[in-house]
């Protein structure tokens, strides 16, 4: 049984950096994608990035340029640098391990079977 635990969250200026980091304890396949999300009050779940099997990252657009995502798997630790954080970055920020479908690995909550418990990230202007 996997087990995800995040770190790293706090409150922060606009235009300030924090990087949060996700260590992951049991059996982690090597062949799973890695992820975080982000919900915000009264707001859906989204994705913020993710790393696939291969370990290419992807982005979302509204972190494109400021967010990035990397991974130690000796460590069976996922990071998230952020920079250039902005009030709407505020949100609760989950690590997430799922599966892949022929290689492919999506920013879907469907596709996501084990999450952390979430670190808060508050940025105010």
């Known amino acids: 049984q996997v087990q995800l635990v995040e770190s790293g969250g706090g409150s922060v200026q606009s235009g300030g950096s924090l990087r949060l980091s996700c260590a992951a304890s049991?059996?982690?396949?090597?062949?799973?994608?890695m992820a975080w999300f982000r919900q915000a009050p009264g707001k859906e779940r989204e994705g913020v990035a993710l790393?696939?099997?291969?370990?290419?990252?992807t982005h979302a657009d509204t972190v494109k340029g400021r967010f990035t995502i990397s991974q130690d798997n000796a460590k069976n630790t996922l990071y998230l640098q952020m920079n250039s954080l902005k009030p709407e970055d505020t949100a609760m920020y989950y690590c997430?391990?799922?599966?892949?479908?022929?290689?492919?690995?999506?920013?879907?909550?469907?596709?996501?079977?084990?999450w952390g418990q979430g670190t808060q990230v508050t940025v105010s202007s």
């Open positions: 997430a391990a799922g599966r892949q479908y022929g290689g492919i690995c999506a920013m879907s909550v469907a596709r996501f079977d084990y």
């Open positions: 049991g059996y982690v396949y090597s062949r799973t994608c």
């Open positions: 790393i696939d099997i291969y370990g290419s990252a």
